[in-house]
């Protein structure tokens, strides 16, 4: 669906601005107008909210909510351009669940178990100086919120 090679972020104090334009090429999730609409718009805004506007104008709301020191629970609100949803958007949703939203549900629970075990040691995060695609820029920067949060100084 994405780009991955026009993918980037951008972190704006506590807020991250995510861009990509969609795949070239015949296949596609859905169609979509590419002159009015093309780019996969994300924000994450801290501490546990984000948005996600897709080309066409589909849009959805993510909110994690920490249940207890291992759990997390994920609510996902979808939008989408016309009254009544078409049989592929409710197949969108479906497919999401299954994959996206249920490996990064997985990873935030299983981050959250280890940073609570005795043997947690953070390892090093890859950041180049052009914030790429492929930098954990992004990482380190929730990482210094959460910091300065439980330390009682986030600004």
Known sequence: M???DSYSIEVIGK????LSRPQSGPVRAYDFDES???EFVAWWMWPNFSFQSYPGGRVHFWKWTPVDASHTHLTVDWFFPDKEMADW???LIDHHARTT?????AVINTVQKGLGSRSYQPGPLMIDRVNSRYSEHAVAAIQQLWRDAM???CE
Do not use: I, V
Request: hydrophobic share 30%.
């Open 15 to 18: 807020a991250q601005k995510h």
């Open 151 to 153: 330390g009682g100084t």
């Open 2 to 4: 994405l780009d991955f």
């Open 36 to 38: 009015t609409d093309s």
């Open 101 to 105: 939203f249920a490996e990064d549900l």
């Open 89 to 91: 958007e409710r197949e």
